[in-house]
């Protein structure tokens, strides 16, 4: 029967029958069609990329004031389009281990102090110049100069020196650090022709294409480019475009009307809807990202651990995943990280709703009268209505909600990182400590929920330097104990990546990183003959 | 001729500039008190309080608000709109493809719908209170009725989901094909036609039919001229006044009112380039797209009043 069904796979893949047929032979050689799918799956990889075409997307999170800058990358479209045109110094694989790219190896000292880059030789740049060790250290200088506002920014200060030895770049780091090269991975850290020094927004580098249209806003185009470097695994598509359309339904009809191959955050409520349509899959996948009420430790009434921790009990996590993620998405559990984090430890007990609980610790903090929620549309999608359901399950435990709706307009610089208690975002990070150093730490800029505690900087910085990953994965469920049972985040729900692609695409791979396979699907997908 | 209707087309004129004078305090004042400060958008949540105050100064943020309007002015007055403050580029040059593109969108939306709202206004008035009158006038309000952005997505979903006979997005580029460009704004110009077309096909018949009570159109009858004639020869002429000031209107609307049918076909004009820079706190971008918006309205609405004016004989012709 396998034999069969092996045979009769080959021929879809060759284009000799129709998946439907082949569907068919496999339901009556009895097999399920969900095996019988991937088995089609295999086969189409198993066939081989095909060459050729304009493969399209479109994509919200694109502005006419975007830049080809790197260092400037923020939202979700020069993000994925520098994915296309950009080459990086190491890469997260989508099974989560690290991938070489224009490092061939980094090794380090034991201390985890100075770590050394070999530089991979024969990759070119797309001006025809060759990738030196050079290129790379001015790469990773402008990154960590304040002048350059790169993204990148944060981690790069911890950088002391940087240095080129022939083939190799040592760098010295001010404290320890086991997670620099994931650090590396960081999608600002393109590597440019003398690290972007002489232009930083010339839009050269090592990808797979070259940029032929930028039009910030509007639409980017690149063209495959001739010598790179791994043309069997990236590049398969002759050209490549991207094109903003940040309204969702514009998004969807875009797709189904075959203007575009792919799509990116198709909204949950709208999911099954575009189940039904001919030939569009759904690609949805969870990852790093989550939705949280976020609360400062440090300011009344949430200064209080019995208020913080009523209010995280009131919460009811089942009720929003199901109505405001409708499933895709996963449950939180008051700290940050996730299984798409290495290192993470499955045993903590998941925290519930408990509206018995909440009332002993309400009336515990001695707190009355309201609190005050903001939110506000652009907090994530849904959020007025989650913040609503929220005072209906505090309502459960005797705990008055006030609610009140922000503009978007000046929400982040008005509203969030700013007010005591308010809904927020955010899309994750890579590696435990870049999240907990990013919002965690004392000195972080982006502290939002105010979490000074200088212990747990600490343990931060001493769990970044240990190289044991069983110490350190330990070290890792400490810290998210306290902040789960301290600090002021109540993270009900971890959302999914939710994209979508039309008949034809083929070549797709889930990648827990980032949307779009890691912004790769223009790069690492093709279209079907 | 020092003739009334060159002191009036002046007088028109002058108050325009005046009008206009008066919007750009507006414009300024408003984008004054817009939340949020402009370095703080600039630099992020990790400005430190040295780099604000250096590009406060940078900025001129902190000379009094009066100094930095008339800055303004004089920079607007001799063609220099500045540089936008999230891109560093220079205002005008990035307005002008944007401009463009609103505008080739307006022109062929008006091409459609300022004849076809006329045709149609006569022929309401020709077959008045019969069966064609009704059918028009029904189908044009129920289409101003709907909202545009519904319009556009039952466009989209019956033209370009369903039948595909045209793009859902209209996104157009320099060098595009002019047949390309034309299917590309087919949805969006239709959905303009649809929301402007009412309005103008009422105002027409509405005039006309005004004019029709008068004693001459009675003569005109009486002399045996056919309905057409009548209304072609005799109505129409007397009634043009009132048909170019709301043609006029609607075309203002068709270059000033298109954002959100330009949000919905994602096409490049001004409309989405204004609300990119209005949440960036672009505000160098955000006053002159306003005194753009607000020139094209104001001079629009001047064109009507003079072409008001020179339509009437009794001005054109005076004693």
Request: aromatic letters at 10%.
């Amino acid at each position: 029967m396998s034999n069969e069904l092996d045979f009769l796979s080959r021929r879809v893949a060759a284009g000799k029958m129709n998946r439907r047929d082949f569907l068919g032979r496999a339901a009556a050689l009895g097999v399920t069609a969900s095996f019988a799918n991937s088995l089609l799956a295999s086969a189409a990889r198993a066939a081989g990329p095909v060459k050729g075409g304009i493969l399209k997307a479109g994509l919200v999170g694109g502005e006419s004031t975007n830049s080809l800058d790197p260092a400037l990358f923020m939202t979700q479209v020069p993000f994925s389009f520098g994915k296309q045109w950009g080459e990086m110094i190491v890469e997260l694989s989508p099974d989560g281990a690290l991938e070489y790219r224009i490092a061939e190896e980094i090794g380090s000292s034991d201390d985890a102090k100075v770590w050394t880059l070999k530089i991979r030789d024969g990759i070119e740049f797309h001006n025809g110049k060759t990738v030196t060790a050079e290129d790379v250290a001015a790469t990773l200088e402008r990154h960590s100069d304040e002048g350059s506002k790169s993204g990148a920014l944060g981690y790069m200060k911890g950088i002391d020196s940087i240095k080129v030895n022939g083939k190799e770049v040592v760098l010295t780091l001010k404290e320890a650090n086991a997670d620099l090269p994931y650090l590396l991975s960081d999608y600002h850290l393109i590597v440019q022709p003398n690290g972007g020094k002489d232009g930083a927004d010339a839009g050269i580098s090592a990808g797979p294409y070259k940029v032929t249209v930028n039009e910030p806003g509007i639409r980017h185009g690149g063209e495959r480019f001739a010598n790179y470097w791994q043309a069997d695994k990236m590049g398969h598509a002759d050209q490549v475009e991207i094109i903003v359309i940040n309204d969702a339904t514009a998004r969807t009809s875009a797709l189904q009307g075959g203007q575009v191959h792919m799509i990116n955050r198709v909204e949950p409520k709208i999911v099954d809807l575009i189940k039904r349509v001919p030939g569009v899959t759904i690609r949805n996948h969870s990852g790093p990202g989550h939705y949280v009420f976020i609360m400062h430790c440090n300011t009344a009434p949430f200064d209080n651990n019995d208020l913080r921790m009523a209010l995280k009990l009131a919460m009811d996590r089942e009720e929003m995943l199901d109505k405001i993620l409708r499933g895709y998405g996963s449950l939180g559990n008051d700290f940050p990280i996730n299984a798409s984090y290495p290192l993470f430890s499955d045993d903590i007990e998941q925290r519930k709703f408990d509206p018995d609980k909440a009332a002993f610790h309400y009336k515990k903090s001695g707190h009355s009268g309201s609190v005050l929620l903001r939110t506000s549309d652009v907090a994530f999608p849904g959020a007025v209505d989650a913040a609503q359901l929220y005072q209906q399950s505090c309502a459960k435990a005797g705990i008055t909600i006030e609610v009140k709706r922000e503009p978007g307009d000046g929400y982040w610089s008005e509203v969030w990182n700013k007010q005591p208690f308010c809904t927020s975002y955010w899309g994750g990070r890579s590696t435990q400590d870049q999240m907990y150093s990013t919002a965690y730490i004392s000195t972080a800029d982006w502290n939002d929920t105010r979490f000074l505690r200088e212990d747990f900087d600490k343990m931060v910085f001493a769990a970044r330097a240990e190289l044991d990953n069983d110490k350190r994965k330990a070290m890792y469920r400490d810290m998210a104990m306290i902040v789960r049972d301290e600090g002021g985040l109540i993270l009900p729900m971890f959302n999914q990546f939710i994209d979508a692609t039309g008949p034809k695409v083929g070549g797709w791979i889930e990648d827990p990183h980032q949307e779009l396979m890691n912004g790769y699907a223009l790069s690492k997908c093709w279209l079907e003959a | 001729m020092s003739s009334p209707i060159l002191t009036l087309v002046a007088q028109r004129i002058a108050l325009g500039l005046l009008l206009l004078l008066a919007v750009s305090v507006l414009i300024f004042a408003g984008t004054q008190i817009l939340p949020g400060d402009v370095a703080q958008s600039i630099l992020g949540q990790s400005a430190t309080p040295a780099s604000l105050a250096n590009l406060r100064e940078e900025l001129g943020l902190n000379d009094p608000a009066y100094i930095r309007y008339f800055r303004w002015l004089g920079g607007v007055v001799t063609g220099d709109l500045g540089t936008a403050l999230s891109s560093r580029q220079d205002i005008a040059t990035s307005i002008g493809g944007r401009l463009w593109n609103t505008l080739f969108l307006a022109f062929w939306a008006a091409v459609v719908s300022v004849p076809l709202a006329i045709i149609l206004g006569l022929l309401a008035v020709r077959y008045r209170n019969g069966f064609v009158d009704k059918l028009i006038s029904g189908l044009a309000l129920a289409s101003t009725s709907l909202p545009e952005f519904f319009i556009g997505y039952l466009l989209v979903y019956f033209f370009a989901v369903k039948m595909q006979w045209f793009p859902g997005i209209s996104t157009v580029y320099d060098g595009m094909p002019f047949g390309e460009r034309m299917a590309a704004i087919a949805l969006p110009a239709t959905a303009l036609t649809l929301v402007v077309l009412a309005h103008m096909m009422r105002m027409t018949r509405a005039a006309i039919l005004n004019v029709m009570q008068s004693a001459y159109v009675e003569t005109a009858e009486l002399k045996g001229l056919s309905a057409f004639d009548v209304i072609r020869k005799h109505a129409f002429p007397n009634a043009i006044a009132p048909i170019i000031n709301v043609v006029m209107l609607n075309l203002a609307f068709l270059i000033v009112g298109v954002v959100v049918v330009e949000v919905i076909f994602v096409y490049p004009g001004m409309g989405q380039y204004l609300v990119d820079h209005v949440s960036k706190r672009d505000v160098p971008v955000v006053q002159a797209v306003g005194l753009i918006f607000a020139a094209v309205y104001i001079g629009l609405n001047i064109i009507a009043d003079i072409a008001a004016i020179i339509a009437n004989p009794r001005l054109r012709h005076p004693k």
